[in-house]
């Protein structure tokens, strides 16, 4: 018997795994290639190719071990379960729920300059709009939260790992795309850096004074 939180995370897969490929489809029949991983170079192809390895080897265990609980298919270290409250599935339905809210209005602000893989030749101006006006990286920041939030909904040592395998790629990977960056776009890029997190950009709220009648 499936439970709200089995639901849950196989229509969110759906709908992210709709939104990757039938935009990548879309693309494709307008004559934009979007998959540009392997057009990338040196340390960033091969981070590139482990976070994609990492991430479809994510959806393929959590798939089975949604829709499959009663088949036992994990080393009994990995299946170990490190939360079991129901205020962690709470708190990672929310995180996982906001981190692909966070998605689509990324894919929405990239339009036709959405790839998969980092393509220079896509390059021609900084995207400072929407998400991208609070996070340098929301797209990579939408991973990271998204497989966050199904460890914390699952509670298994396993989901852990590959969170902290992804967290580790993707930050090393952003580097690296940070860096072309730099070169590419020189002041604009350095201005843009400086005023937007790499991940999350914390806004003071300025409390205007209150003036006293005279």
């Given at each position: 018997?499936y439970?709200?939180?089995?639901?849950f995370q196989?229509?969110?897969?759906?709908?992210?795994?709709?939104?990757?490929?039938?935009?990548?489809l879309?693309?494709?029949?307008?004559?934009?290639?979007?998959?540009?991983?392997?057009?990338?170079r040196?340390?960033?192809?091969?981070l590139?190719?482990?976070?994609?390895?990492i991430?479809?080897?994510?959806?393929?265990?959590?798939?089975?071990?949604?829709t499959?609980?009663?088949?036992?298919?994990?080393?009994?270290?990995?299946?170990?379960?490190?939360?079991?409250?129901?205020?962690?599935?709470?708190?990672?339905l929310?995180?996982?729920a906001?981190?692909?809210a966070?998605?689509v209005?990324?894919?929405?602000?990239?339009?036709?300059?959405?790839?998969?893989g980092?393509?220079?030749?896509?390059?021609s101006?900084?995207v400072?709009?929407?998400?991208?006006?609070?996070?340098r990286?929301?797209?990579?920041?939408?991973?990271?939260?998204?497989?966050?939030?199904?460890?914390?909904i699952?509670?298994?040592?396993?989901?852990?790992i590959l969170?902290?395998?992804?967290?580790?790629?993707?930050h090393?990977l952003?580097?690296?795309?940070?860096?072309?960056?730099?070169?590419?776009?020189?002041?604009?890029?350095?201005e843009?850096?400086?005023r937007?997190?790499?991940?999350?950009?914390?806004?003071?709220?300025?409390?205007?004074?209150?003036?006293?009648?005279?």
């Amino acid at each position: 018997m499936y439970s709200f939180y089995d639901y849950f995370q196989i229509i969110v897969l759906i709908a992210f795994t709709s939104l990757v490929w039938g935009r990548a489809l879309y693309e494709k029949l307008h004559g934009i290639d979007a998959i540009s991983l392997l057009r990338n170079r040196g340390k960033e192809r091969t981070l590139g190719i482990a976070a994609v390895t990492i991430i479809n080897l994510w959806v393929a265990i959590l798939v089975l071990y949604v829709t499959y609980p009663e088949i036992i298919f994990l080393p009994s270290p990995l299946a170990y379960p490190i939360l079991q409250a129901q205020s962690a599935q709470i708190t990672g339905l929310v995180i996982v729920a906001l981190s692909l809210a966070l998605y689509v209005n990324a894919w929405k602000t990239l339009g036709n300059r959405w790839r998969i893989g980092h393509d220079e030749r896509s390059l021609s101006y900084i995207v400072k709009d929407g998400a991208y006006s609070i996070s340098r990286n929301p797209i990579y920041l939408f991973y990271d939260l998204y497989l966050f939030g199904t460890f914390l909904i699952n509670g298994t040592v396993l989901f852990l790992i590959l969170t902290i395998c992804l967290f580790t790629t993707l930050h090393y990977l952003i580097l690296e795309e940070e860096r072309v960056l730099a070169i590419r776009h020189g002041q604009d890029y350095q201005e843009y850096r400086s005023r937007t997190g790499r991940y999350f950009t914390f806004r003071k709220v300025e409390i205007s004074p209150v003036k006293r009648p005279s």
